[in-house]
């Protein structure tokens, strides 16, 4: 079975930064893309940032630059650094999967397409506010 869970949300002050994590199971035994998407109050739910199992990897581009994310293939966790902070940036975040051929990794983690993702956490609040 698939599963993630998403944890390390909270709040900061504008300026600040925050680490959030997503432990993923089910997902390491095929070619598949995780990535992090956000969803605002009022705003529909974007991809933030991607990372597939051959290393392609994919940012927003208001997030470039402030946020980034990494994987402990070991811990089968998935983390994003977030940076510099603003209260654009207040949304729930989610965990999402996508079990997706090699060649079609590049495209999937650049394009970030909620209908390429299957699986999702419950979610991890951010808000940014001073």
């Known amino acids: 079975l698939v599963q993630l869970t998403e944890s390390g949300g909270g709040s900061v002050q504008p300026g600040g930064s925050l680490r959030l994590s997503c432990t993923a199971s089910?997902?390491?035994?095929?070619?598949?893309?995780l990535a992090w998407f956000r969803q605002g109050p009022g705003r529909e739910r974007v991809g933030v940032a991607a990372?597939?199992?051959?290393?392609?990897?994919g940012y927003s581009d208001s997030v470039k630059g402030r946020f980034a994310i990494s994987k402990d293939n070991a811990e089968n966790t998935l983390y994003l650094q977030m940076n510099s902070l603003t209260p654009e940036d207040t949304a729930m975040y989610y965990c999402?999967?996508?079990?997706?051929?090699?060649?079609?990794?590049?495209?999937?983690?650049?394009?970030?397409?909620?209908?390429?993702?299957?699986?999702w956490g419950q979610g991890t609040h951010v808000t940014v506010s001073s």
């Open positions: 990372l597939c199992s051959d290393g392609n990897s």
């Open positions: 089910g997902v390491s035994a095929s070619t598949h893309c």
């Open positions: 999402g999967a996508a079990f997706v051929r090699r060649e079609t990794m590049g495209w999937v983690a650049r394009q970030m397409r909620l209908r390429d993702f299957n699986y």
